[in-house]
């Protein structure tokens, strides 16, 4: 997904209008902006509304507080707080950039752009609101104006991290898998992955006869089960792998072809001659798309994991559903929905359903008083070796955009993933199909936040399914 966008963190302002507003006020705002630059985005709302209360058409308090309220996800009031500054203040680049900003984060995508093209009307010198108006053309799916807009940001701010890692996600979109996995490590400079430092020099793809390899897991569940099928290659190239993942993969990966050892995060980590992320193997391998290692099953369920699902007389067809990923995730507010969405999975006859949900989300299964609809086996599941195990014994999996969707595709049994509008690189733009996984369709939103018409069409593909 693409990165934060610009234009949204407070900024002290210059003196001159600072030394004009009364003194208690110059004292609430300096502590807001204290608290806000530490993070303490309550305590900074209450001091920019405080000041407010002084100076209620102020545009300088108003924008900050936009700022903190959209920290929040309080994105209505923050949309307030920018319109009333751009009433009072109609002539401010910055005030419509951030009302596109918070737009775009509300899926109002035409909006978005409208604003920020105001922003470059008024100050045609404002990078800022070109690369976020590159930001909301990239979520639109026009991907090539994205990138040229990036490229113009860049002109002006060479190696710019935030323009540089979103241009490498648009590239990828574009399937440009060379040019966009060689931008792709500009990951390591935004701040959201923890940066690990070896003596031992990074693998560069050259032979390596005999050595050990120490290839370590850098994201998520659904990054590892994606690109954990580089190791073979890895192998391949004559050395000896040893491969570091999240304790919850340790079991099912264990067994992975061409991997001399797996070992969990925090294990002590064996002797080794050179090192790699994982996720930079696409671009050591220099992989074009047609190129990528698309082999399926690169995944076997161990034998002791799992247990037998229990099949009810009469079913034709064995789905199991997930409806949410990691809250913590940045774009889980557009990839999860409710169980509900699912249920009408269930009115079909032949058809049970059974939840893969873990987690809190889990929980709806109960809440929504549907238990009796859907059989629960997520909860039996004490990490993915079991999981897989589960889903093997299953005839389709139907999911969000999760690692559940990455671990069917691995294990090579029919899924079909509900993709957000603002879908992640990886499933590209417009395609149905995913050439990472051959057993995998698509079934794409047409417009944000609307599921209705991704669930009906999945409905009716499962009713030709089982009537097939």
């Not at 798309?289 to 699902?309: E, L, M, W």
């Not at 969405?341 to 929504?368: D, H, I, M, R």
Request: include cysteine.
């Amino acid at each position: 997904m693409s990165s934060k966008t610009a234009t949204t963190k407070p900024e002290r302002q210059e003196p001159n209008w600072i030394d004009t507003v009364p003194p208690k006020v110059k004292e609430i705002f300096l502590a807001a902006i204290k608290a806000h630059a530490a993070k303490k985005y309550e305590e900074a709302i209450t001091h920019y509304a405080m000041a407010l209360s002084f100076l209620p058409d102020d545009p300088v308090l108003l924008t900050n507080l936009g700022v903190a309220l959209r920290a929040q996800e309080k994105l209505k009031a923050s949309e307030v707080c920018y319109r009333r500054a751009i009433a009072v203040k109609p002539d401010s680049p910055g005030c419509y950039s951030n009302l596109g900003n918070v737009l775009r984060r509300q899926g109002r995508l035409k909006e978005a752009v409208a604003c920020h093209r105001r922003a470059i009307e008024l100050d045609r010198k404002f990078i800022d609101a070109y690369y976020n108006l590159g930001l909301v053309l990239q979520d639109m799916g026009k991907l090539d104006e994205s990138i040229r807009f990036f490229n113009y940001c860049l002109k002006f701010r060479p190696g710019d991290e935030r323009v540089s890692w979103d241009k490498s996600l648009a590239l990828l979109a574009k399937a440009d898998f060379v040019n966009g996995f060689k931008l792709y490590e500009y990951r390591w400079k935004r701040g959201e992955i923890t940066v690990r430092h070896f003596r031992q020099p990074l693998w560069d793809g050259s032979a390596l006869e005999g050595k050990t390899i120490f290839v370590y897991s850098e994201q998520g569940f659904g990054d590892t089960l994606n690109f954990c099928r580089y190791l073979p290659l890895v192998a391949e190239a004559g050395g000896k792998v040893i491969f570091e993942c999240q304790p919850e993969l340790l079991s099912l990966l264990e067994g992975m072809d061409g991997v001399h050892k797996v070992i969990a995060g925090g294990d002590r980590i064996p002797d080794f001659d050179v090192q790699a992320p994982l996720l930079s193997l696409p671009r050591i391998f220099k992989h074009d798309i047609d190129s990528i290692p698309r082999q399926c099953p690169y995944i076997k369920p161990p034998g002791n994991a799992g247990f037998p699902v229990h099949v009810p007389q009469g079913t034709r067809c064995k789905v199991g559903i997930a409806w949410a990923g990691k809250s913590t995730h940045k774009n889980n507010h557009n990839r999860s929905v409710r169980i509900e969405n699912f249920l009408p999975l269930s009115s079909l006859p032949g058809v049970t359903l059974y939840s893969l949900q873990k987690g809190p989300e889990a929980a709806q299964l109960e809440q929504s008083g549907c238990g009796f609809l859907v059989r629960e086996l997520g909860g039996g599941c004490d990490d993915f070796a079991d999981t897989a195990k589960i889903m093997s014994q299953l005839d389709l999996i139907i999911t969000v955009d999760t690692s559940v969707a990455h671990l069917a595709g691995a294990l090579n049994i029919p899924v079909w993933v509900a993709i957000p509008y603002n879908s992640d690189w990886r499933w590209m733009r417009k395609r149905i199909d995913s050439p990472w996984y051959p057993s995998m369709t698509l079934f794409r939103q047409k417009h944000p936040d609307e599921w209705d018409q991704v669930f009906d069409k999945i409905l009716n593909e499962l009713k030709k399914k089982i009537n097939g």
